[in-house]
């Protein structure tokens, strides 16, 4: 079973940085693809990032590239999201999850997620 309880999150100016954290409780973390979606009032939620479950591989939205980075810790059962130079679009709750086949952007793909961690980005 996984459950992901997610930290982090809340205000900056600016071009300043947060990092969210999201940790699960069980024993299988290392076989879960890993993933951070995030989701503004009034729009769908948006894939931002994922994560193989080596950490081997990683994925970004255009959006994030160069700003954002996503990690794991397996040995922790932890995967990080390290947002830099944010942006007051980045504004959004953000949500960690996992799923058990290959990275997608779908989030109807993914079938755990953490509970959601508000990031709000001030102009």
């Known amino acids: 079973q996984v459950q992901l309880v997610q930290s982090g999150g809340g205000w900056v100016q600016a071009g300043g940085s947060l990092r969210l954290s999201c940790a699960d409780s069980g024993r299988t973390f290392s076989t879960y693809l890993m993933a951070w979606f995030r989701q503004a009032p009034g729009k769908d939620r948006e894939f931002v990032a994922g994560?193989?479950?080596?950490?081997?591989?990683?994925y970004y939205t255009g959006s994030v590239k160069g700003r954002f980075t996503i990690s794991r810790d397996n040995a922790k059962n932890t995967v990080y999201l390290q947002m830099n130079s944010l942006k007051p679009e980045d504004t959004a709750v953000y949500y960690c999850?996992?799923?058990?086949?290959?990275?997608?952007?779908?989030?109807?793909?993914?079938?755990?997620w953490g509970q959601g961690t508000q990031v709000t980005v001030s102009s």
């Open positions: 999850a996992a799923r058990t086949g290959g990275v997608s952007d779908n989030a109807d793909r993914y079938a755990y």
């Open positions: 994560i193989t479950r080596s950490g081997g591989s990683t």
